[in-house]
């Protein structure tokens, strides 16, 4: 049996790759169905007379439809493995397909639904963006929920700093439900603030005037939700993957780590938190930094 | 069309589908011995009913504008639902084993009163202009309470505490219960809002995503349940007639059907 401590580095390892794709998964699969905040925008475009063919998937915020989708994957991987004795990978694997034919059935129907409900702006129900955009959608999403019960699986692995008490299911909705709040949070301004306003200089902000004049057009024909993706999969969903990765990463790492300290009772619990802390302390220094830095070399945004 | 007119389904009758149909769907199996297969799709059937008046309630109270807020109002009222079924249940072991079978309208109950208190709050403290907000949000708690005490029954194969704590509470899927059924609540009026919502098609959705959930909740209770692939089977033919319902209205009432090509010329600018 190797050092309980480089071992638990080895999971934590794991886990922060796991959340590192959870987190890019996440954010470009919100991008291709035009989720959370530049859904608004996309709603609004027909009432002001744009009509679009960009994917409008209003299923909710996407907090609390990553939990519903890691929590169906995680429930029935649960299932899998307890009931049917199957192998770990193989039933995460059969979880998250399930999630995604839920998926599926939930970004249809919110597209449809949404775009039927404001006929009178004469907004066609293009059938060709439901079905291109659907392969995407269930892509993404089945690596989001994928990567998630994985992680949640290793923190009940009986490891010294893991085996957390909680069953499956239920940290899979907790995971499921932080994922979509990074994604929504970190990943959001890229589509929402840059690529769906294209057209107007960036870093103007969003005056009313110009809500739901959205770009409507590509480089060769109508711009879709593809397109966004493109776009975003270059920096928007690799720094949400990032911020993931890296709050999963040193929140386990420091508790792992605080066992060197002593492993018994709470004491690698009560050092992991002040090494959290500090690192905290750090995170908020460098961003300070570089935002000082972005704005002194970069200047403000100019009229 | 219902947008501008009056609703096109009746509240009162959809309210009475799902209350009193929810609670004899929840209760006949109490009752009578139906033995393990009828049982717990009963139960499950239950849930599906009190998911499409939970639909409709809180497609009635969005129409005031709620706009972002019909997500957090569903998942608002599934946290009172969870909290008000569980404490019905354990309430009604307070006076004595025999009384057991109180549970559910207990839990019921329990939840449209803290429903109450909590619209109550919305209204007189937080000053909410919603004419409807109060009676809304109480339905809305009595059919989340309805729809995870139907669906952890139909999991654990009873209503007893003692089988819900060990099969759905300690196994974690009353966490997954509490979002799946926001879900099948909020999704059909927060995917069809809009100018033109049509009530009847909003209920086909609602059809749609509460038997969707039923399919779900049939694959957790594999292991614990003899009937499991009888309500993953029936939730999953049901599902597929009610989106196929859902598919063919939209299709009718959208402005045009395209399969290709650019939106129409009048519009470009």
Redesign the interface.
Known sequence: MADPIIAGLGVVALMGAAATIAGAAEDLESDVGSMSNPN?QVQLAPQM?????IFNK????EP??M??WA??A???A??LI???QLPVIMSIAGGAA?AAL?HV??A???H?????????????????VVTQHLGPIAGHGFIVTFSIVGLSYLMTLPLQGFAHP??????A??WGITIGAIGSSTGDIHYGGEREYQQYPFGGGIPVAIHGDITRKAELG?RNSMDVVYFCAKYGGPVTGFAFGAIVFFSFWSTVVGALAGSSGDTPLIWGTGILFVIIILLIIINNRIEVFAREKYGPYKE | MSAAGGPAVNPMQILALGLIGGLILLYLPVLVPLGPMLGPLLFALGAVVAIIWGADAIARVASYGLGTGVPSIGYMSLAIGVIGGIAGLAGALMFGSMSAWLGPIMGVVLAMIVGAVVALMGTQVLKMKIPILVRCTIELSGAAALSVLGFSAAIAGSLSMAAILSSVVATGFIALLFILNTMAIQHPFNACLGPQENRVRTLKLAGATAFMAMAIVGLLSLGISKAWWLVAIVGAVAWFYFIRAFIQASAKEAASVKWSGWWPEEDET
């Open positions: 608004s007379g744009n009509l679009h063919r209003a299923v909710s915020g609390v439809q939990g519903a929590g169906i995680g429930s029935v649960f299932v307890n009931a049917l399930i839920v059935a939930f249809t129907t919110s449809m639904g949404r775009i039927v409900s404001q006929s009178q702006f004469n907004q066609p129900l293009f059938m060709d909680f069953p499956l299911p239920f940290l909705v907790l109508a």
